[in-house]
């Protein structure tokens, strides 16, 4: 019913309440005897009251009649009060302002976002260290020490990318990337550049969008970290110590590698008040190059590499939570060259490192343990000639946490994303590598016990305080202590 037609209706109920009126007052005259006529009259005249009372109100019940009306310009109408009447102007200017809107929400978006193609989320870590060594100033048994300068360096400051190629929605198999970058100091030079880090893709067999119960698989394809040991593939952000154990450094199990990397684990321990899975057995299983990265093959072999690693099956209240051995083995060949003029001697030289691991993690407490032996095939002096030279490593650090923050019913609160429960974490580091177990007192062997703390302020940041001690085999080499201080914050 148009708005015209309720005024229509309105008026016509009004003329026929007055002539019900004007019939009332002459059947005072005409039919005043007549009580039961005045009696019917006065009861139609209550309903028409009844039903003008209603329309003043707007509540029409047998009409769905809008509260808004829209009328053209200069069209004059009786309206109730109570109505909100938008003219066609008033529609028109609304419109006109969501346009204006859109346009500048538009070229916001157009001049201040980034944009991509695909699902993208940006991550990155940076390092700020001071270190400062103390060093002899002369070999043997002299006592003399020289402090160098107080050295400020950065020595990590990583970025990159990662996301979603394909999203399965159904099961979760997802092929996803990660492209990183990262600008670091060369390796025995004090220059510094930025190299590709990370890049590869990773498809999920199992499905990712079930329960702690369902098991993992993936493979991974690209330049990435190498599946071997404990600290080889810690990410930079979540390693506990400023620096690395030697072995790692040495043996070339630092370094990322091009190849394709098969990971799962099966059987997995679920407890889902404590966020907490530990599966049962862990594997992967590795080709690559095993030249390093950001470099072609140097020869036809590639490196083969194989982890295992076994959790004991309690769960989360118990003592043992989260004790693993792991066993490591990367079957790797590496090219020798020398003589006179200097030429290839052999590019199937060994290079072998099998590794053992013990981890348990039971906040407040934590032990990890790791064994390491390699065995490599090196040039003789000054002949063609080839000899096997084995090397063996050895990292133990124990672990003291005061705080919330590495418990998973805490990680699994809801919190602000600038906040973080506050953890203090100290801890002690032995490490020892031997170049060439066949040497006695080889000027390579060296043992470092280190102090650390680590202040925790947030998940992506903490601050790292070291004291270590280094003490060479070798009489020829003095003792010295080193002292570092790093700070390290991630987006």
Do not use: C
């Not at 039961?36 to 509540?59: M, R």
């Not at 099956?313 to 060949?333: H, N, Q």
């Not at 490593?393 to 990680?411: C, E, M, P």
């Amino acid at each position: 019913m148009s708005f015209s037609g309720v005024i229509v209706k309105q008026n016509n109920l009004a003329i026929s309440i007055a002539l019900g009126m004007t019939l009332l007052s002459s059947s005072n005259i005409v039919f005043a005897a007549d009580e039961e006529i005045l009696a019917k009259l006065q009861a139609q005249i209550d309903a028409l009251q009844q039903q003008v009372k209603n329309l003043q109100q707007g509540s029409l019940s047998e009409e769905n009649i809008q509260q808004v009306s829209v009328r053209e310009e200069g069209e004059v109408i009786e309206e109730d009060n109570s109505r909100v009447i938008a003219t066609k102007a008033d529609v028109e200017g609304v419109q006109a302002a969501l346009e204006s809107y859109k346009y500048d929400q538009d070229r916001l978006r157009e001049r201040n976002t980034a944009k991509t193609t695909r699902d993208t989320t940006l991550f990155g870590t940076v390092q700020l260290r001071a270190q400062n060594d103390s060093v002899p100033t002369s070999a043997g048994n002299s006592n003399t020490y020289e402090t160098r300068k107080l050295n400020f360096e950065v020595p990590l400051a990583q970025f990159g990318v990662r996301g979603n190629l394909y999203r399965d929605y159904k099961e979760g198999k997802n092929l996803t990337y990660q492209l990183s970058f990262a600008y670091a100091k060369r390796t025995g030079s004090n220059t510094s550049d930025v190299n590709l880090q990370d890049a590869w893709l990773q498809y999920s067999f199992a499905p990712t969008n079930g329960g702690l119960e369902d098991p993992k698989l993936t493979l991974t394809f690209g330049q990435q970290q190498i599946p071997f040991g404990q600290e080889a593939q810690s990410p930079e952000d979540l390693r506990p110590t400023i620096t690395q154990s030697r072995a790692v450094g040495q043996l070339g199990l630092a370094t990322r590698q091009i190849g394709l990397v098969l990971r799962g684990d099966l059987k997995p321990y679920t407890d889902y008040a404590a966020n907490y899975r530990a599966p049962l057995l862990e594997y992967a299983l590795g080709i690559t190059n095993g030249n390093g990265w950001n470099r072609n093959d140097d020869n036809n072999a590639k490196d083969y590499i194989g982890r295992l690693a076994f959790t004991l099956p309690v769960d989360y209240a118990s003592i043992f939570r989260e004790l693993k051995f792991g066993a490591s083995y990367k079957k790797g060949t590496n090219n020798i060259a020398g003589g006179t003029p200097v030429g290839l001697i052999t590019d199937k030289g060994k290079n072998d490192v099998l590794g053992l691991d013990i981890y348990y993690n039971h906040a407040p407490f934590g032990v990890t343990y790791e064994y390491y032996k390699g065995t490599r095939d090196a040039l003789i002096s000054g002949t063609t000639n080839t000899q096997e030279i084995k090397s063996e490593g050895q990292t133990a650090t124990l672990f003291y946490t005061i705080g919330d923050q590495f418990y998973n019913s805490i990680k699994a609160a809801a919190k602000f994303d600038d906040f973080w429960p506050k953890s203090i974490q100290t801890y002690y580091r032995f490490d020892t590598f031997d170049p060439d177990t066949s040497v006695n007192k080889d000027a390579g062997e060296v043992d470092i016990h280190s102090l650390g703390l680590n202040l925790f302020f947030a998940q992506t940041t903490k601050f790292q305080l070291g004291l270590s001690r280094w003490i060479y085999a070798s009489p020829y080499v003095k003792d010295n202590n080193q002292v570092q201080a790093q700070f390290q914050y991630g987006f």
